[in-house]
């Protein structure tokens, strides 16, 4: 069982930059770690995912970037650039890699990311 929680969520205007971090409650080495959001009235999106071995993808990698720091059971998510349209819940998950499903089996609570005009 892995315990995930997020911070660094915030009320921005556009075109500023926030760093969300996710702290697992256990070594994360082995995981591959996502980040997901929820726009309000949408439904949960893919943002960006970093497999256990460090390979990454990003969805907006222009102005997204997701790393780890597995010594530190951390995981995080630079923004830049931040536009009104990124305004969502933003939710970090884990995974045990595995054939047969792309299912996430860890999620944290969320933190919320309000951009403003």
């Known amino acids: 069982q892995v315990t995930l929680v997020e911070s660094g969520g915030g009320l921005v205007q556009a075109g500023a930059s926030l760093r969300l971090s996710c702290v697992a409650s256990?070594?994360?080495?082995?995981?591959?770690m996502a980040w997901f959001r929820q726009p309000p009235g949408k439904e949960r999106a893919l943002v960006a995912v970093i497999t256990d071995d460090g390979e990454t993808y990003t969805v907006d990698s222009d102005r997204f970037t997701i790393s780890r720091d597995n010594a530190a059971h951390t995981v995080y998510l630079q923004m830049t650039s931040l536009k009104i349209e990124d305004t969502a819940q933003y939710y970090c998950?884990?995974?045990?890699?595995?054939?047969?499903?792309?299912?996430?089996?860890?999620w944290g609570q969320g933190t919320h990311v309000t951009v403003s005009s």
């Open positions: 998950a884990a995974r045990v890699p595995r054939v047969g499903d792309e299912d996430y089996d860890f």
């Open positions: 256990g070594r994360i080495n082995g995981y591959n």
